[in-house]
């Protein structure tokens, strides 16, 4: 067995990560765990930011990324690619290690061999092992990623360390749905294999309009309400803004279409190009976003807290959600031209299906929560969230200054997935980075304790409640999931000592 100093490390934000190589080496981190009691701690593409630690936390784990693992091989007879757990779906412009280029990601890679994987998220730099685990999902009730798995190779923890395969094809195929949504705690995910299909393009919209004028019937539930359209549109995306004054909706939707020779795309455009560049847009957001964030601290500050600076402050805030936020965004986020109507746009399905790429991660930095609802309770959500904004927006302690995204995700038959056992319709709560408020305290911890009541399960890689509605945040979240009990059985027999047991599942799920 290799000894763990042979493993090559790199410090990432005052981090040591181990760069594991082989499964000799994910066994000697095992070893290594069960005799110092450090667990192991997982980092993908640094996607599920509540789960990346700091420069605190430095000692209490062996932090570890598999970027070494990122092998894609084709089974042409059975149209299947294997792909190993730290291959990026797509380009990382972020990966610590370098390695993350487009040509080495999963999705380029089949798109040059005629496949296509028919749904993903609304961005492509994570893992294909980060985003198994955490039950990342786009936005179709139609396709999901999910369902195209077939197999996960995955080095557990016991003594000695096994690696295991779970299938589809088990003849009892309870250990697969188990381990498809693991939250990295049954092992290493040394490879995933998924079945594929032909390669294929897209085409679609994006309309921008007031709440009253949008085409969907938002608060109903007759032929054209929001479950019918999700239901019946491939791939679906909305973004709200409810603020008093905005009140405005932005509907993505795009189908596929059959790949022809000469295409050419014309890719949607999320942010205004200046220059053939996204970035300066996006520098203007940040730069926005950040004032209104540090807002009026960082005003104040400047004249040195003066009676005048604070009353200078005071009439701004009063007119911010009135006039400022609705002229902002009436540059951002403009109300079609009739003249030109929405948006349309065309492209290849690896680069147009992740709408939000080009969305800068360090320009524009987003924190969130997602709560993920069965879709037969759509309009009943929908008019809960219009009563929690208040009727024209009002209640800006609720609405915040961002937007709310509404996704649909297929149903699957994982055990953990959120969306196990039904469509889901999610809410994508927004909180921009930039500012040192507590996203928690300020905006989350409303949403959690308002849509307790529907059952709602969440994202495993975003904000998760630790209290909700007078009870434990882990009491919570495990009586969403019918077999927790079985999963967490399977979860520590396959890993006795706890090595993948982090301090941070650990308090989330008092496991």
Known sequence: MSSLSSIETLPVNGVTYYLPKTTEDLSTLIESSRSTGRPISLRGSGHSFPLIPDSEAMDACLYVLMSYFDSVSFDDAKQRVTVGGGCHLGLDPYDPTGRSTLENSLFYQLFQHGWAIPEMGGITHQTVGGFLSTGSSGGSLIYSFDDMLVSLSILTAENPPQLRTFSVDDADPDGFHAAGIALGLFGFIVSATFRCVDTFNIEGTETISTVDN?????????????????????????????????????????????????????????????????????????????????????????????????????????????????????????????????????????????????MNDKLMPVKFTELWIPIDKAPEVMNELLDFYGQSGQNTDNTGSFCVELYGAKG?????????????????????????????VTLFQRYWDRFAKYDFRCHWGKYLPTTIAGQSGAAYLQNQYPHWAAWAQLRQRLDPDNVFLTPYWKAHLAL
């Open 214 to 358: 949008c085409a969907i019937d938002l608060f109903g539930s007759g032929p054209n309400d929001l479950k019918s359209w999700m239901q019946k549109t491939e791939y679906t995306r909305l973004i709200w803004w409810p603020q008093e004054s905005v009140q405005k909706m932005v509907v993505w939707q795009a189908k596929q279409i059959p790949p022809v020779s000469g295409f050419q795309p014309k890719p949607y455009q999320e942010v205004p190009a200046i220059f053939g560049s996204n970035i300066p847009a996006s520098v203007a957001a940040d730069m926005i976003y950040s004032a209104i964030g540090n807002w009026p601290d960082w005003f104040t500050d400047t004249f040195n807290n003066s009676p005048e600076s604070r009353l200078f402050a005071d009439l701004i805030s009063s007119q911010f959600y009135p006039m400022i936020l609705p002229a902002l965004l009436s540059i951002f986020v403009p109300v079609d031209d009739p003249a030109t109507g929405p948006q349309q746009f065309r492209d290849y399905w690896w680069s147009g299906l992740c709408m939000d790429n080009q």
């Open 412 to 440: 699957g038959k994982f055990w953990l997935g959120p969306s196990y056992g039904s469509d889901v319709i999610r809410i994508d709560v927004f909180w921009f980075a930039n500012t040192p408020k507590d996203p928690v």
